[in-house]
């Protein structure tokens, strides 16, 4: 390792590094803005600047920006030479002649990086008397606000909108220092990655235009560390709250998952928290007055467990905690998934693939650092964002490592990289449905129909490896991009697949898993990551339960059962024909949900359940990363709770003894390895609710903050008591633990002198590397089963249309298709209108045009939607909207007919 002197003190660093990280990651406060550590250095700011010198004798030295100086042994620099600290506080100066006096009402103030850095740098006193430049603020849409007169013309927003994260409608105009950092006019942003901009820009030019609508300073916020619930990835955020409303999500750093950063859907999907479509109360049905007192509840309840059969019907979105609690209280044989036999067979399917041979689930940072990657079927731009911002990086990414071997630049140096680079990509073959914004970075695009994917992938294997049967029938054009996709992972050192389960598909998941297990040698690391429905469907895959099928056999054949529905409007995931009857047959329909559905409108009896923000819980994501997230606060109505305490209730009551039930989130954790035993070890996924880090827990609120009495003043000056927490290590008060806790337990990044989010420097090993005492999870597939399990050899045929019929499969969206993220006011502004598509060629045999209402068809399902026409789709295929409100299950991947 080279040793650099920082003011004559050695310190032995890491090699290929630039200056500024490097003293920031020795722990030294040097200021910087335009540098992000996952975006390089353009020195831009001239805000970093140091001294350096050719030696110890050298006495003079010459400024330099840090950002732009390579680590070298022997170098000789300094942070605080007279010389280099004026400079820096000229050039804070110079920055902030034009910015507002705005502090006390920007939404930023409190924790703004460029506040930090004023300060850092000893400005303090304005000298500016003239008058300031002014601009024209834009209207982005309903998620980011513009305030373009605070811009310091750092670079920051472009050179993520446009070069990390690909989009295109926003960039910087003008010269010299009349630049203007938005779109050509006025409009929403169309990059699904917008809001990270809220956390890039150092100022107050980006921010959350929906904490603008209920605003609070960051240090009245109570925060707690959460996993995202709106997809399968499992991205880390921190959630904050304020009057028992959560106010935001902000993105909470994780090197193994999302990193820096958190798609849209995620960051402000979170008002369906506060949405006035929650149920608040208990409801008992058969009554004459519906709502009960919690006493009322548990008696009529305990009636219907112990003097019924009972069932339970899981959730992909409700916890660990929950489902297995569900299963506890009914019994493993009395368990259903509470999804369709078709999507939990595919489910079971990936989850079976992960648990054996030499397969490895890759982490989203290993998909940002492959060298050649294969999606095969999945539309990850919407079912998986995060990820396919992972996937850009790695095809960007991949073309800068080749550029830094061929010359002597260092990754992080990214203009002259980019200079280098030009046009050249990493490889990427995006094989999908339709056409995506990831085609743009793609070597090869290929729109088909699933078993023509699959065929495909079949064919890909066969190259790699001879002992695959070969396809029989693939047309030239096909082979052609076979062999390119062959050669390209053949030559790869970290290849990737990417498949999933929105084409209703088998062939599709064994097509990469062939692929995978062909790629696997001692030498090279082939990976496979699955994309699944919702937060917490692999751990609900990992219970084995039966499907849905089988819940509706057990009612039909026993018209005495009293059925639990955990967290799951069945009617998204079954058929209504089947839905009803199965409402139908019940005796007794016991519901816990937050928000009111069509499911909960059949519940005889109604129990309100905690969302995220309200409670402990455990996810196991796509890569079966088991993850912890911790209530955030304490709801203000009482009949509202985390619907495994509900359960451990009524067990409890059922059992008529406490002692030996479990209590806390901890403890049911241990109990669901020791009963089932794929889920090894995730009960170290959380600390248990006694520990204590020298005595102390960790505060949820930081040391500024401000609320307790304030918050309360209309009513009482005196102090109230704290909110007591006792399932997990953090406390509600601001006393408590000062140090770094362990990574999963972080509630909010903040250190002496950096208050806005990129105190998360402080927290890292290195700058952009791991947190300290970092633990991201526990893998649940990380002990496998010896040897590699058998190929695949069953490629299915061709795909051929029928006449008069047409495959339905569905289309996501990624603002539209998520269950609760439509009651966000901000997301569902954004909302696409539902549609089918269909080729031109079948619109034309239906004698249809865009816009045409088109009615799909098959059994007791009938649904009318409006029509575009795709000239990439195949024929004999028809999409519709998947997951929209209020649109019934239709039979995916089933053959159904069409009428205008």
């Given at each position: 390792m080279p040793t650099i002197y920082i003011d004559n003190k050695p310190y032995e660093v890491k090699a290929g590094k630039n200056l500024l990280e490097t003293s920031l990651s020795l722990g030294f406060d040097l200021p910087y803005f335009c540098w992000h550590p996952a975006m390089g250095s353009v020195g831009a700011c001239r805000q970093c600047a140091i001294k350096i010198f050719k030696d110890e004798k050298d006495a003079n030295g010459k400024i330099v920006m840090s950002c732009m100086e390579g680590v070298k042994d022997g170098l000789r620099m300094s942070i605080t030479d007279t010389t280099a600290r004026a400079f820096r506080e000229q050039v804070i100066e110079w920055l902030m002649t034009n910015h507002p006096h705005d502090c006390p009402v920007c939404d930023e103030g409190g924790s703004c990086h460029l506040q930090d850095m004023t300060v850092m740098t000893g400005h303090d006193y304005r000298r500016f008397e003239f008058k300031k430049r002014t601009y024209t603020n834009q209207y982005l849409g309903p998620l980011i606000h513009h305030e373009m007169n605070r811009c310091i013309q750092c670079y920051r927003c472009v050179r993520f909108y446009r070069d990390y994260a690909g989009g295109d409608d926003l960039n910087v105009f003008g010269a010299h220092h009349h630049v203007y950092f938005g779109r050509e006019k006025d409009g929403v942003l169309q990059s699904p990655f917008s809001g990270n901009l809220a956390e890039v820009c150092p100022t107050g030019v980006f921010t959350d235009k929906t904490l603008k609508k209920h605003y609070t300073r960051k240090w009245d916020l109570t925060t707690a560390p959460s996993v995202c619930h709106h997809c399968s990835l499992g991205c880390n955020i921190i959630a904050g709250e304020r009057y028992g409303q959560l106010r935001c999500i902000v993105n909470r750093y994780n090197s193994d998952v999302n990193g820096y950063f958190l798609c849209d859907k995620g960051r402000y999907g979170y008002e369906f928290v506060n949405s006035a479509n929650r149920i608040t109360e208990p409801l008992i049905r058969t009554r004459p007055v519906e709502a009960v007192d919690e006493t009322t509840l548990m008696n009529h309840l305990k009636n219907l467990i112990t003097l019924h059969p009972v069932i339970g019907i899981g959730s992909s979105r409700a916890s660990m905690e929950s489902n297995f609690a569900l299963m506890q209280l009914v019994g493993k044989e009395n368990f259903y998934q509470g999804i369709s036999d078709d999507t939990a067979y595919l489910e079971g399917r990936m989850v079976e693939l992960l648990q054996q041979g030499d397969v490895h689930s890759v982490s989203l940072k290993e998909i940002e650092a492959a060298d050649a990657v294969l999606v095969l079927g999945e539309d990850i731009w919407n079912t998986a964002p995060i990820m396919a911002l992972a996937v850009r990086q790695s095809v960007m990414k991949t073309a800068a490592n080749q550029a830094t071997q061929q010359s002597s630049l260092f990754?992080?140096?990214?203009?002259?990289?980019?200079?280098?680079?030009?046009?050249?990509?990493?490889?990427?073959?995006n094989i999908t449905i339709l056409s995506s914004p990831l085609d743009a970075i793609s070597a090869i695009a290929v729109h088909e129909s699933p078993d023509n994917m699959a065929r495909l992938g079949f064919a890909v294997a066969?190259?790699?490896?001879?002992?695959?049967?070969?396809?029989?029938?693939?047309?030239?054009?096909?082979?052609?991009?076979?062999?390119?996709?062959?050669n390209a992972l053949q030559h790869a050192q970290r290849p990737v697949i990417i498949t999933g389960s929105s084409c209703c598909n088998e062939a599709l998941i064994k097509a990469a898993f062939n692929i995978v297990q062909s790629l696997h040698t001692p030498e090279r690391k082939a990976g496979i990551s699955f994309v699944l429905p919702e937060c917490n469907s692999t751990g609900l895959a990992l219970m084995k339960a039966p499907s849905f099928?089988?819940?509706?056999?057990?009612?039909?054949?026993?018209?005495?059962?009293t059925a639990i529905v955990l967290e799951?409007?069945?009617?998204?995931?079954?058929?209504?024909?089947e839905a009803d009857t199965f409402f139908a047959q019940c005796k007794n329909l016991v519901v816990m949900d937050s928000l009111h559905n069509r499911t909960t409108e059949k519940a005889h009896v109604l129990i309100p359940a905690a969302t995220f923000a309200e409670a402990d819980g455990t996810l196991v994501n796509?890569?079966?990363?088991?993850?912890?997230?911790?209530?955030?606060?304490?709801?203000?109505?009482?009949?509202?709770?985390?619907?495994?305490?509900?359960l451990g209730e009524m067990k409890t009551m059922q059992a008529k003894a406490a002692n030996g039930l479990q209590q806390h989130p901890d403890e049911w954790l241990a109990k669901l390895e020791v009963t089932l035993p794929q889920f090894a070890n995730i009960a170290k996924v959380m600390p248990s609710h006694h520990f204590r880090i020298n005595g102390q827990a960790i505060p949820r609120e930081p040391h500024r903050y401000s609320g307790r009495t304030a918050m309360q003043a209309n009513l009482a000056v005196s102090e109230p008591k704290p909110l007591q927490d006792?399932?997990?290590?953090?406390?509600?008060?601001?006393?408590?633990?000062?140090?770094?806790?362990?990574?999963?337990?972080?509630?909010?990044?903040?250190?002496?002198?950096?208050?806005?989010?990129?105190?998360?420097?402080k927290y890292q090993q290195e700058m952009g590397g791991a947190l300290r005492k970092e633990d991201p999870g526990i893998c649940l597939f990380a002990n496998k089963k010896e040897g590699a399990s058998p190929f695949f050899k069953d490629s299915p045929e061709a795909f051929i249309p029928r006449p008069g019929k047409y495959l339905l499969l569905p289309q996501y969206q990624l603002f539209?298709?998520?269950e609760l993220s439509i009651h966000s006011k901000a997301i569902s502004e954004l909302v696409p209108a539902a549609t089918i598509v269909l080729s031109k060629k079948d619109a034309a045999d239906l004698g249809a045009?865009?816009?045409?209402?088109?009615?799909?068809?098959?059994?007791?399902?009938?649904?009318r939607l409006p029509l575009i026409i795709h000239d990439e789709l195949c024929n004999g295929i028809v999409l519709a909207s998947a997951g929209y409100q209020g649109m019934p299950a239709p039979p995916w991947g089933s053959w159904v007919k069409l009428s205008v």
């Open positions: 990754a992080w140096h990214d203009a002259a990289i980019k200079e280098l680079v030009q046009e050249e990509k990493g490889f990427l073959a066969h190259l790699l490896n001879a002992g695959i049967p070969a396809v029989s029938g693939i047309t030239e054009k096909e082979m052609l991009a076979a062999k390119h996709i062959a099928e089988g819940a509706l056999e057990r009612v039909i054949t026993d018209d005495n059962c799951n409007d069945l009617y998204r995931h079954i058929p209504a024909a796509n890569e079966g990363r088991a993850q912890h997230f911790y209530q955030v606060f304490m709801p203000v109505n009482t009949h509202i709770k985390e619907s495994w305490r509900w006792d399932d997990s290590p953090l406390t509600y008060t601001m006393e408590g633990y000062t140090g770094i806790p362990p990574s999963s337990m972080i509630p909010y990044f903040w250190a002496p002198g950096w208050n806005s989010g990129q105190a998360v420097n539209g298709s998520g045009a865009n816009g045409t209402l088109i009615t799909i068809e098959k059994n007791d399902f009938q649904y």
